[in-house]
């Protein structure tokens, strides 16, 4: 070997020693995320996320559903009961109406979360296949009664990354015994350029024009296109951004065909894990989630429904959850889906993103 070659072979490996000491350290840290997807992250936010981002197109297009072919017989049973009937004073959504014909049983139908919420409950969940030219596909619904919960967001040990009070990074133990559901919060903010408000401060700038997910001090929740600047005015609680709304006025984003607005790793097109939540006319909250969907077949999930107003949370199927919980104390965790990658204990131990949770008032 000639020096000049010895030189830059050195050289090389100098330079290596901070890129592997700062993989090392990323990769030392505490977390309940798989250290490929740990690796994933340091890549994308170490200068790799075109390379990342291409790679994941590639892989959704070889796993991409194919078109047409049979349909399911039958459905992953969610909730409890035969579909729970509402009392005369009590509003109860309506069944969601099929997107593919003959209906198959339960489809679309509301089901309580637990035995003993049957009668009144506060969240109720259903499946339904919600895109006819993939007859196989299925998205799960929850709808969440925003007059009976309380909707808390939580800091992760990692999401935001910025400084704030963390908390215990997990449903807190004090907190479970009123715990109905948890799900998902939003992209990172690094790659939504969005905002993050708790308990009324705000830890990462505003910006106007984004969908956002707001809790006020009475408790009432809502999904707006944010207008009031960079910093969160008095009497909000808390909010959370996330890219524009797919839904307003009960109609999908005029722009939602442009797959640049729908994130950094795939645009609207790519069948993925995708998530999102939706206000429906009577401020009651709306989450959707399914595997094999785009941005068009989220928004016309949500709006299919009852939301009027919508935002896309997180997607990619290692960060997508709607957990509930079949009785007191955080017990007997359940997936909204089967097919949800996380385990349902998942919001029961520090977890490396924020998250939401619905707690009974």
């Known amino acids: 070997m000639s020096r000049v070659r010895r030189i830059a072979l050195v050289a090389a490996l100098v330079a290596l020693i901070p890129v592997a000491f700062s993989y090392w350290a990323a990769m030392s840290e505490p977390s309940n995320s798989s250290l490929g997807i740990r690796t994933v992250e340091w890549l994308r936010d170490n200068g790799a996320a075109g390379l990342v981002a291409r790679v994941e197109s590639i892989y959704y297009a070889f796993t991409a559903p ?3 072919g049979p349909t399911l017989h039958a459905l992953p049973r969610v909730g409890y009961g035969a579909g729970a009937q509402a009392a005369a004073s009590e509003y109860r959504p309506a069944r969601v109406p099929a997107a593919l014909n003959p209906a198959l049983p339960g489809e679309g139908v509301w ?5 003993s919420l049957e009668a009144n409950p506060p969240v109720l969940v259903t499946t339904l296949r919600n895109q006819p ?3 196989r596909v299925v998205a799960g619904l ?3 009664n925003t007059k009976r919960t309380t909707l808390m967001l939580h800091p992760g040990r990692l999401e935001p990354s910025v400084e704030l009070p963390r908390g215990t990074m997990d449903v807190p133990r004090e907190a479970r015994p009123r715990l109905l559901a948890t799900f998902n919060s939003g992209f990172k903010l690094s790659d939504s350029g969005g905002g993050f408000v708790l308990d009324g401060h705000t ?5 106007n024009g984004l969908g956002t997910i707001v809790g006020y001090p009475d408790g ?8 009031y600047g960079s910093a969160a005015p008095p009497g909000v609680s808390f909010a959370r951004q996330n890219l524009p709304l797919i839904v307003n006025e009960g109609r999908e984003a ?3 065909a442009n797959g640049s607005e729908w994130g950094a790793t795939v645009g609207n097109a790519v069948l993925v894990w995708r998530s999102g939540i939706g206000i429906d006319s009577r401020g009651n909250l709306i989450f959707a989630a399914g595997e094999d969907q785009t941005v068009a077949s989220l928004a016309r999930t949500l709006i299919r429904a009852g939301a009027v107003r919508a935002m896309e949370l997180d997607i990619n199927s290692y960060w997508v959850s709607f957990i509930t919980y079949g009785a007191p104390g955080a017990e007997e965790p359940k997936n909204l889906l089967p097919a949800m990658n996380r385990p349902a204990t998942r919001y029961l131990e520090p977890d490396d993103r924020d998250f939401f949770a619905v707690y009974s008032r």
């Open 66 to 68: 194919s078109k047409g």
């Open 111 to 115: 089901h309580a979360t637990r035995p």
């Open 133 to 135: 030219e993939y007859p």
């Open 142 to 144: 929850a709808w969440i």
């Open 203 to 207: 830890y990462a700038r505003m910006t």
């Open 220 to 227: 009432s929740v809502n999904v707006i296109d944010w207008g």
């Open 254 to 256: 005029a722009n939602i």
